[in-house]
């Protein structure tokens, strides 16, 4: 019953701290802008003061007749609007109309992690200030971690298979080998991969508050520089990434522009210690060489790496390990977008997918920004500060989860890929 | 395609901490509700809820690497374990990178994120690092990964009350698609305060018994716990003699795009989810000989999802037993799936039904056989079993015996 099937992206959008769109998130990577700023809710007494954070976010813009839809917008987290208005980029883009009675052979898996803590804290607050009976009931309904997926459903009428998965930064990658598994059996004809990550103080507090546990979080360096020796940590960030999946004999008989091709894929976990990586990256090292089994290649044939690394003192040298236990002799470029974006944990693996896309459409490999003095645990070309021209035929994806789950992706360049659609968005 | 088979069950339950004492109580329709101990229940109308007693006293026999470890997480490691032993699986004999772990939750570790909130306002000093790195989603199943050296994927689903379903779905995928060589699958939840607040305010719980499908049912009572199958591919498990309880034949998952709480009125959602299942399995109508329900007591779910029942199989509904747990250990949200799912593969390998107790007035809308009181000893070669959660998420699982196919 598995019919052996090309997966392909057809379709995307996304909310960065570039901005809402595809264009917005290509011209801040390839210029290398930091989209790492003062967070406003933040105050004196904060420790981490600094986020990728979507300044300047007004859904309202976006699409200004649907005022019923932006109205009731405002009561969502963050998170969940962000994934709103990417899902409705991704969807326009495969010209998915809602009530054309599509909506069950669509899918959906949703890769969250931290989105409803905005809502969850808002309600909390509450119940420990004024008890129980101040609570809100319609606070509460937007705490369960498929509430965007919710939304979206509600909003398009799709109503095929629905998943959220919310194991951290391989969400992404794991979600997409659901959607393969739905794709491949038929149960769908598409399906819409969703990432959404909503930043809060309260989050930045926590994660800064494990400091002592590891030494994960940036507060001394003006801003985050993964692979540089000076490196002392993350910033978190925030956004939505929408990608439709369907098979390649789906897309090509119905006309749609295939952007890449999902070649391969693996997992590991570290089994190490909770809340730190093994130090030579082990689960990461299997994921890769999993991923490039898979995809039935070799690894000299990777042009491209795009980083886990986030500015993490263990982590990024964990992930250079690794790459140079895969590459014996020289590794390609590997790029730490994470040091323009920060750390979006479920989302991560979504941009690094846009990244992909847009690198190997335009020829370009996106820079580690901040990069100052090399260190020696990891003996990689980060691509320093500026971006590379270079075509890319197959393109390697990391992600490392903070308590040990690792993935890798591969995607591989599709010939459509001089469709205008893409960018003119 | 390989038929995936469960080789082994673990079960944590107010019902008891083990899958027999568990398994054993519900035939005896036991009622495993009482007051709430884990926090102060005096602010609220409702105070009972399913909780697993004594837990913690029995753990300290456990040698855990890392105490701070809340509930959670020992919920969940305790039911694993369970599961492991039961399938006489030598875990360091396996390839470490195969085995996966697949678990469905709502809170994951949050109720260690609930003590970080008060301490913070509290300005304690003494916050653990550890609260933090053990409070999120995943946290949960990094420890036990950690703890039991595995070193395959991890994954994590949390669509609410259909979470652990899924979880055991996406188990199906794993082995089918080759990611994995055994997988263990299911779910966990804690008893928390901030679940129960939401509940509470949403009006969904009830000060009076648990009475799923009857006609006097005012809602539902929260439960906790936990529930853990192995799943292999059923060539290998044979070849290793492990013992087999049923087949997973099949997995179904819909949205109702209808509301963010309330299910569709008439259960749309959740027939096209069992339709899903049943598909999949190769299963027709006349070959389910058991429905373990959703049925959570609320006024909405029982209806629409007996109207969704009657939806799929027609006539077919009315010889069709039904029945819900929920009505001995409380809604168990993210671990319901999978507690469930236990419940429902224990039935096929016993051909015994648990009951539906607390049913005393029959609902002319709700006319379908729901097991009232009493146990029954039927064979049992098929089963569905449903799960419905907010935001309109349907997973149904389907089971069957294992000389099925």
């Given amino acids: 019953m598995i019919i052996d099937k090309n997966i392909v992206i057809t379709g995307c959008g996304a909310v960065s701290p570039y901005g809402i769109g595809i264009p917005a998130l290509f011209d801040g990577l390839k210029t290398g802008q930091s989209a790492i700023s003062l967070a406003p809710f933040y105050d004196e007494g904060s420790v981490v003061k600094k986020a990728g954070y979507c300044h300047d976010f007004k859904p309202e813009l976006y699409k200004k007749s649907d005022k019923p839809v932006t109205k009731s917008l405002k009561r969502l987290a963050r998170g969940t609007q962000f994934a709103i208005i990417a899902a409705d980029q991704a969807l326009q883009e495969v010209g998915y109309q809602s009530g054309e009675n599509q909506g069950d052979r669509i899918g959906i898996v949703l890769s969250s992690t931290r989105t409803v803590l905005e809502k969850t804290e808002q309600f909390y607050e509450v119940l420990v200030d004024k008890g129980p009976r101040a609570t809100s009931p319609l606070i509460f309904q937007e705490t369960v971690n498929n509430a965007s997926a919710s939304h979206i459903s509600i909003k398009y009428q799709i109503t095929g298979p629905c998943i959220t998965l919310t194991e951290g930064a391989t969400s992404a990658f794991s979600g997409i080998v659901m959607a393969t598994g739905w794709l491949r059996t038929g149960k769908v004809d598409r399906v819409l991969l969703l990432c959404a990550e909503g930043l809060t103080a309260l989050c930045q507090t926590a994660y800064n508050h494990a400091l002592g546990h590891a030494p994960v979080v940036s507060n001394k360096t003006a801003d985050c520089c993964p692979f540089s020796l000076e490196r002392n940590g993350y910033v978190l960030g925030e956004g939505a990434v929408a990608i439709i999946l369907e098979t390649q004999e789906h897309a090509i008989k119905h006309h749609a522009n295939i952007l890449a091709l999902i070649a391969g894929c693996g997992f590991a976990h570290d089994a190490y210690r909770v809340g730190r990586c093994h130090p030579n990256g082990r689960g990461l090292e299997v994921a890769m060489k999993k991923a490039i089994e898979m995809a039935n290649i070799s690894a000299n044939e990777i042009d491209w790496i795009i980083a886990n690394a986030n500015g993490s003192v263990a982590g990024d040298t964990a992930e250079s390990r690794a790459i140079n236990s895969v590459w014996k002799n020289v590794p390609p470029p590997v790029s730490a977008i994470k040091s323009m974006l920060g750390e979006t944990e479920g989302v991560a693996g979504g941009i690094a997918l846009l990244a992909g896309l847009l690198g190997m459409k335009y020829d370009i490999l996106f820079p580690t920004i901040n990069y100052q003095t090399p260190d020696p645990s990891c003996q990689v070309d980060c691509v320093p500060n500026q971006s590379r021209i270079k075509a890319s035929r197959h393109v390697l994806l990391n992600a490392m989860g903070f308590g040990g789950t690792c993935g890798s992706l591969i995607m591989t360049k599709s010939p459509d890929l001089e469709s205008k659609a893409l960018v003119n968005k | ?405």
């Fill in chain 2, 1 to 405: 395609m390989d038929n995936i088979v469960i080789t082994g069950l673990g079960c944590m339950t107010s019902l008891g901490q083990d899958k027999d004492r568990v398994f054993d109580s519900l035939m005896n329709g036991k009622n495993g509700i009482n007051y709430i101990q884990s926090f102060d229940v005096s602010s609220y109308a409702a105070k009972t809820g399913g909780e697993v007693n004594n837990f913690e006293r029995q753990l300290n026999a456990i040698n855990l690497t890392c105490p701070q470890y809340e509930r959670a997480a020992r919920l969940l490691l305790t039911a694993t374990r369970e599961a492991i032993d039961d399938a006489s699986l030598i875990l360091n004999q396996q390839n470490p990178f195969r085995i996966a772990l697949s678990t469905g939750t709502t809170l994951g570790g949050l109720v260690n994120g609930e003590n970080y909130y008060r301490a913070l306002h509290q300005n304690d000093k003494k916050i653990h690092p550890n609260q933090i790195i053990s409070a999120s989603q995943y946290a949960p199943n990094d420890f036990v990964m950690s703890e039991l050296g595995m070193q395959g994927m991890s994954l994590v689903t949390s669509t609410a009350c259909s979470a652990s379903s899924h979880a055991i779905g996406y188990a199906l995928e794993l082995l089918q698609s080759d990611l994995a060589d055994v997988v263990l699958a299911g779910g966990f939840e804690p008893m928390s305060e901030l679940t129960f607040a939401g509940f509470s305010i949403l009006r969904s719980i009830t000060q009076d018994k648990i009475r799923p499908f009857d006609k006097n049912r005012s809602g539902l009572v929260l439960g906790e716990g936990a529930g853990m199958l192995v799943l292999e591919r059923e060539n290998e498990a044979r070849q290793r003699g492990a013992h087999i309880y049923a087949l997973l034949a099949g997995y179904g998952s819909s949205s109702d795009a209808y509301h963010t709480t309330a299910p569709h009125k008439e259960g749309l959602g959740a027939a096209r989810a069992m339709r899903m299942a049943l598909n999949e399995a190769q299963l027709n109508l006349t070959q389910i000989d058991y429905i373990n329900a959703h049925g959570t007591a609320t006024l909405a779910n029982d209806l629409a999802e007996t109207r969704a029942i009657k939806n799929v199989f027609g006539e077919q509904a009315y010889h069709i037993p039904i029945s819900s747990i929920k009505s001995m250990i409380g809604h168990t949200l993210g671990a319901a799936g999978a507690i469930e799912a236990v419940a429902t593969v224990l039935t096929i390998h016993n051909n015994l039904i648990p009951p539906t107790i607390n049913y005393n007035t029959p609902d002319p809308a709700c006319d379908l056989d729901y097991v009232p009181n009493q146990s029954r000893e039927i064979k049992v070669q098929a089963a569905l079993s449903n799960s419905f959660g907010f935001g309109g998420n349907n997973a149904v699982l389907a089971f069957a015996k294992p000389d099925r196919y």
